[in-house]
């Protein structure tokens, strides 16, 4: 088996994923995370715990409703308790209720979990796992044994482990997954165990692993199972889960696929890897890490001259992959160590003809570094940095001209969530509009206070909200008197932005992003609408 080039994916976001710090699925989001998998051509989807909570239980009955292309969906649970037969066992009833064509549930391997956590004695513990998988096996179900802190179990003993596994091959399970649970494991430990299982049971059923990221290795001792033979590989979407997470599938898939030859998702879903991340945080409320390979918005960004000039030439000189092979593209930071070649590069979005000879980009080269010398990053600000390069070429018109704004702090608060109130003065092709806010902060009252001016003339505005809001004190020295950075991450759904503003006034700074950002958006609306005339 271990020659088959095929690794079967069980996404476990919804169940072990669940257990991170600061997830709350709501049954909708549930449904909306099994569609994205579905799509992306995962195999199995772990869809929680039908009998710890009715949330989960009904939550299985409303995902029979879907219409699933590519995943099979499985209940998650436990061996039957200590002393009670299967069909005395509420959790085993919970488990056929779902009426999933698989089942994973789990059970102790490691002689100390047995004997000082459940109370048990060892013998007893192997008739739990054999009478459970034999349980589940006979009324109509795929049967996925997971089984719990294997590797510790291994190295306490070994022939325990050994047993364990075969109590839920004498039951009828078709796969055994070997729980790395408490991420301790380094690689040859992971490689030697879950070779010594696969020589041992590779012939009769699937070998597969499930690895946590205590040691920051779950990733690594996921790819060394699956060069042991394993061909089954649970983890969650984006590495999220208890302490420190799960192994990311975002970062599996690709190197089981890319690098190591097997298929784990249809070829021509790869390219949905990167959407599927950011739906996926979306979902969750997540902010992805723009670190994270393959998937996050830095996977692919080049600052430095000399890197950005030989991707230019060749991508392959600093590219592992194609960007576009997992639906990621390719991004050239402007900062003040990039080279002409970067800016060339981004300018022939305003003007394909441009040469590194134009004055207008020594202009603009000029400019980036006095207002990085002033305290702006334009590397992480792509819409502050375009609506910069589009005044310095004449490709600019304000959307709207500014009158006045003023923010006032509320103290006595007359209600929960306000605290400040604003009022912008705002004028739009003559017309003038006066318009006042109350919201969290002076930055969120600014911000409902601008868009319900403008939103009249715009209505667009009200489909985009701030995601994210960051200040950076550039100068400690002076105290209070600081300058400030301000970032401000904005979303439509569709596409995700970055302004900045720099001032040594809080307000103003973040006045300055907000401005930008709607103003980016504006500019998106109409190159879109371009696109689609031509």
């Keep these: 088996m271990a020659n088959d080039r095929t690794v079967e994916i069980l996404d476990s976001t919804l169940r072990d994923g669940a257990q991170g710090e600061g997830i709350s699925f709501s049954i909708q989001d549930k449904i909306h995370i099994v569609e994205a998998l579905d799509e992306l051509g995962v195999k199995y989807i772990e869809a929680g715990n039908p009998g710890s909570n009715p949330k989960d239980m009904e ?12 995943a099979e969906l499985c209940a998650f649970g436990s061996t039957r308790r200590k002393g009670m037969s299967c069909i005395e066992d509420t959790n085993l009833q919970s488990l056929l209720a779902a009426e999933t064509k698989n089942v994973v549930f789990f059970g102790k391997s490691w002689d100390f979990q047995v004997t000082e956590i459940i109370k048990t004695t060892l013998e007893e513990n192997l008739e739990m796992i054999r009478d459970t998988a034999e349980f589940l096996t006979k009324n109509g179900r795929n049967v996925i044994y997971d089984a719990e802190h294997f590797f510790s179990a291994y190295q306490s003993n070994k022939e325990y482990a050994l047993k ?112 599927t991340a950011v739906k996926m945080g979306e979902i969750a409320n997540l902010h992805l890490d723009p670190g994270m390979p393959y998937v996050g918005t830095n996977a692919f960004a ?22 576009e092979a997992v639906g990621n593209e390719r991004v050239f930071l402007m900062s003040e160590v990039a080279g002409r070649s ?59 001209n500014l009158h006045y704004y003023q923010v006032n702090s509320v103290n006595p608060r007359p209600e929960e969530g306000v605290c400040a109130c604003a009022q912008v003065k705002v004028e739009v ?6 318009t006042a806010g109350e919201g969290s902060g002076p930055v969120n009252a600014l911000d409902i206070a601008l868009r319900r001016g403008l939103e009249k003339f715009y209505p667009s505005l009200g489909q985009f909200r701030l995601t994210d809001y960051k200040v950076r004190v550039l100068d400690g020295k002076s105290a209070t008197a600081s300058r400030v950075r301000v970032l401000i991450e904005s979303s439509d759904g569709d596409d995700s932005w970055t302004t900045v503003g720099v001032s040594n006034d809080l307000v103003e700074a973040s006045w300055l992003a907000l401005v930008d950002s709607f103003e980016y958006k504006l500019i998106k609306d109409i190159e879109k609408k371009f696109k689609k005339i031509i």
Excluded: W
């Design 429 to 434: 092709d003559g017309k003038i509009e006066v």
């Design 342 to 400: 970067t800016l060339i590069e981004k300018l022939k979005k305003f003007d394909p003809n441009i040469s590194k000879d134009d004055p207008v980009v020594s202009d603009i080269m000029a400019k980036v570094k006095q207002m990085e010398f002033e305290g702006y990053q334009f590397e992480g600000a792509e819409g502050s940095f375009e609506l910069m390069v589009r005044k310095t070429m004449g490709k600019y018109q304000p959307f709207f």
């Design 59 to 70: 939550f299985f009955q409303q995902v029979k409703k879907l219409n699933l292309k590519n």
């Design 164 to 275: 364990t596994l075969q109590a839920a091959v004498d039951g009828g399970a078709s796969v055994l997954c070997l729980c790395e649970t408490k991420g301790g494991c380094v690689l040859n430990e992971c490689y030697e165990a879950t070779k010594a299982v696969y020589e041992a049971f590779g012939d009769k059923v699937k070998i597969g692993i499930h690895t946590h990221n205590d040691s920051g290795l779950a990733v690594a001792n996921t790819l060394m199972a699956v060069d042991a033979g394993a061909r089954h590989v649970q983890g969650c979407f984006l590495g999220i889960g208890e302490r420190t997470g799960n192994a990311n599938l975002s970062t599996i898939i690709p190197n089981l696929q890319l690098k190591m030859n097997y298929k784990c998702i249809p070829e021509e879903n790869l390219k949905m890897l990167t959407g």
């Design 302 to 323: 080049h600052k430095a001259g000399m890197h950005i000039d030989a991707v230019l030439k060749n991508p392959k000189a600093y590219e592992h992959v194609d960007p």
